[in-house]
């Protein structure tokens, strides 16, 4: 299975074909995925990409992370599975707030 990273601070003007471009020299590029403002369609700086094996991943991280991209400095790291949403707001569903 392969290993997903983030990658942040993406210039405006990357694609997922650049992003892979720049990634596959570390190995099998499995997907790319540029995280985009869903009004606008203009991308938001940052996406994730998976590599094929996790040394490949590391690698990745290791060479990637802090290199220069069309003049971004790109913050590569492993990605962190997203907390699952409860459904509520910052509160926790808690209510009130007034004073007593």
């Not at 985009?36 to 990409?49: A, E, I, M, N, P």
């Amino acid at each position: 299975m392969g290993k997903k990273l983030y990658v942040g601070n993406l210039p405006f003007s990357a694609t997922e074909d650049s992003v892979k471009e720049a990634f596959e020299q570390f190995g099998t590029v499995e997907s790319v995925t540029i995280i985009t403002d869903r009004d606008t369609g203009r991308s938001k700086g940052f996406g994730f990409l998976e590599l094929a094996t996790p040394q490949e991943a590391a690698n990745a991280v290791t060479r990637m992370n802090g290199s220069d991209m069309d003049g971004r400095t790109l913050k590569v790291s492993e990605a962190v599975a997203k907390a699952p949403h409860d459904g509520f707001g910052a509160d926790r569903g808690r209510s009130g707030g007034g004073r007593r």
